[in-house]
């Protein structure tokens, strides 16, 4: 929370900063009206900045002249996504006391995180000359939910007095460092981009029963999975951007993709008790997991928004906001794993329960706003 807290909070401060440097140079210029519009041309005229994808160069003072248009830049992004983070398992868990008619309680969870989620990026990159950058990245996602187990269609269940829960969380990140081709082709800005990544995810669910379940029935039951990848490999992009007229403004849009080689783990586990008095309590635990298995990642990315930038008067820099809307698609590749069981009948409750392990893929949709300098 704090992380997420300090991007918002470094976005907000990016852009007021930009604002009175903004209108200073309005209020502070005396040249006629023409001269003022000729050099706002000036100023808009240098591409727009992609960094999520690449950087563009424009010089913060002019012409790039070879060295003189070496300059820093730096980024701060915060992504709204609907984030769906799957485990690749399922959990089943049934419950039928015989003195009831149907099955009183019956969930099939669909294991993941589907939640709304917050993903800050910061970035940091240095242009050299008019066609070259280099930019480091970092990019990351945690989240957690606990929404009531899903029940299994087209079941409905009876009175029971026991508790259901489920907990799922998710944490995702990339480091990216890539070398920068920028190019034109009319008024259309390019830029290509190629470099390495390394990848994480790491996801986990659980459901749990707990409490008297029907009269002289006790419950106390946990089913678990979750999988993991750790890897690094290649990442590039092609973006491309076209200035509205003569205004600060520029659409942009732009495609990623990542090929990562590591090593996955995965998991199945259940454990717990189930009474029936005067019956002896029916207890088991067991975990099926396979770790450190060859794995691959492979990671789609696609942007598509509005970009705005001002050369600042009152500091020699240029500040830029962006807002897009951002996709991305996280196919997850490696070997299944097998899952863990819980059942049987003690006095006249009956339970089936089960916790099978998989490799789940991710989708993540949403809105990305972003603010940074270059100077």
């Not at 915060?78 to 089943?92: E, K, M």
């Not at 099939?108 to 917050?118: H, K, N």
């Amino acid at each position: 929370m704090y992380c997420k807290g300090l991007v918002l909070l470094a976005a907000l401060v990016l852009q007021a900063a930009a604002l009175p440097c903004a209108i200073r140079a309005e209020e502070g210029n005396a040249a006629p009206k023409d001269e003022a519009a000729a050099g706002l041309a000036t100023a808009s005229s240098s591409p727009a900045r992609d960094l999520q994808f690449s950087y563009a160069p424009s010089a913060a003072n002019g012409d790039c002249r070879g060295r003189e248009c070496a300059h820093w830049i730096a980024e701060t992004d915060v992504s709204f996504l609907s984030a769906r983070v799957r485990t690749g398992g399922r959990i089943t868990m049934s419950f039928n006391d015989s003195t009831t008619p149907g099955t009183d309680m019956s969930i099939t969870d669909q294991s993941g995180l589907f939640d709304y989620a917050v993903a800050p990026r910061l970035v940091l990159g240095r242009q050299f000359g008019e066609k070259w950058a280099v930019v480091a990245r970092y990019w990351t996602l945690t989240d957690a939910d606990s929404p009531f187990p899903e029940l299994t269609p087209g079941t409905t269940p009876q009175p029971n007095f026991a508790t259901f829960l489920s907990s799922n969380s998710a944490k995702l990140y990339t480091i990216d460092l890539e070398g920068v081709r920028s190019f034109s082709l009319g008024a259309w800005k390019f830029d290509v981009t190629a470099g390495g990544r390394h990848a994480s995810l790491d996801v986990d669910s659980a459901v749990a029963a707990f409490g008297v379940f029907t009269t002289g029935n006790f419950v106390n039951l946990t089913l678990a999975n979750g999988c993991s990848f750790n890897g690094n490999g290649f990442t590039g992009s092609l973006t491309a951007r076209r200035q509205l007229g003569s205004s600060p403004f520029s659409l942009f849009a732009g495609c990623r993709g990542t090929a990562a080689y590591g090593h996955s783990d995965s998991y199945g586990r259940v454990y717990g008790a189930v009474a029936s008095s005067p019956s002896a309590p029916l207890v088991g635990a067991a975990t099926v997991m396979r770790n450190n298995a060859d794995a691959e990642m492979e990671i789609f990315e696609l942007q598509f928004g509005l970009q705005w930038e001002y050369r600042l008067a009152c500091v020699p820099a240029t500040a830029f906001f962006r807002s897009a809307l951002e996709w991305q698609h996280w196919n997850f590749m490696g070997p299944p794993t097998g899952g863990a069981g819980f059942g049987g009948t003690i006095g006249n409750l009956t339970t089936n329960s089960f916790s099978s392990a998989g490799i789940g893929d991710t989708d993540l949709v949403g809105l990305t706003c972003a603010a940074g300098f270059t100077w």
